[in-house]
């Protein structure tokens, strides 16, 4: 069993930047393809970013390309999400999720074990 721990979330202007992360435990970490999601009140839950195990392939939803970089530390055994420009429609519960293939999906379907989320409010 996979349980995925994530931090770094808070308030912050628009603009600013935050960076989250998550902290697999219970199985090594390489062979995971590691995604966030984000959720806000009354939304679906929609796809951030995907980072695969095999040579660190990405995958951004458009809203956030530009602005948000995912990137993994297996010595570490933690993926990042760097955000920047934050915008106020960015404020969100952001979910970590892992899945044991090498493909960075973008549907959350896809995903097998999710953390208990952080919560993002981006002020304007």
């Known amino acids: 069993q996979v349980q995925l721990v994530e931090s770094g979330g808070g308030l912050v202007q628009a603009g600013g930047s935050l960076r989250l992360s998550c902290a697999p435990s219970?199985?090594?970490?390489?062979?995971?393809?590691m995604g966030w999601f984000r959720q806000a009140p009354g939304k679906e839950r929609d796809f951030v970013a995907a980072?695969?195990?095999?040579?660190?392939?990405?995958n951004y939803a458009d809203s956030v390309k530009g602005r948000f970089t995912i990137s993994r530390d297996n010595a570490e055994n933690t993926v990042y999400l760097q955000m920047n420009r934050l915008k106020p429609e960015d404020t969100a519960v952001y979910y970590c999720?892992?899945?044991?293939?090498?493909?960075?999906?973008?549907?959350?379907?896809?995903?097998?074990?999710w953390g208990q989320g952080t919560q993002v409010t981006v002020s304007s």
């Open positions: 999720a892992a899945r044991e293939t090498v493909i960075a999906g973008m549907q959350a379907w896809e995903y097998d074990y």
């Open positions: 219970g199985r090594t970490f390489s062979r995971y393809t």
């Open positions: 980072i695969s195990w095999f040579a660190g392939r990405t």
